[in-house]
Nanobody, 124 residues
Framework: QVQVVESGGGLVQPGGTLRLSCAASGLRLGNYAIGWFRQPPGKKREGVSS????????WYADSVKGRFTISRDNAKNSVYLQMDSLTPEDTAVYYC?????????????????WGQGTQVTVSS
């Protein structure tokens, strides 16, 4: 049974940092493109960042460029999202998704496996 699990969310003050983790069981994340998505309160889900399994396959939404960093550790079967300089606009439920095609994940949000999400709240 495949399970994708996000962790690392929480409450942080503006300007703070969080590191989200995406781990999986029954699935080798290294064989997939991995995307981070978020759904702010009352809004649609949006892509945040994605990483493929080929060199150079990294994408960031304009709103997080320079502040967020995506990385993967295939030995630990995990993908991370380092989030710095957080603002209240980053408040959302963050989801991790594994997809077979990097371009489809970035352009259409097409993930084959999704986690349940982790809440990130940025507030003073």
């Amino acid at each position: 049974q495949v399970q994708v699990v996000e962790s690392g969310g929480g409450l942080v003050q503006p300007g703070g940092t969080l590191r989200l983790s995406c781990a999986a069981s029954g699935l080798r994340l290294g064989n997939y493109a991995i995307g981070w998505f978020r759904q702010p309160p009352g809004k649609k889900r949006e892509g945040v960042s994605s990483i493929g399994n080929r060199d150079g396959e990294v994408w960031y939404a304009d709103s997080v460029k320079g502040r967020f960093t995506i990385s993967r550790d295939n030995a630990k079967n995990s993908v991370y999202l380092q989030m710095d300089s957080l603002t209240p606009e980053d408040t959302a439920v963050y989801y991790c998704a594994a997809g077979r095609a990097f371009s489809a994940l970035v352009e259409y949000g097409l993930g084959d496996y999704w986690g349940q999400g982790t809440q990130v709240t940025v507030s003073s």
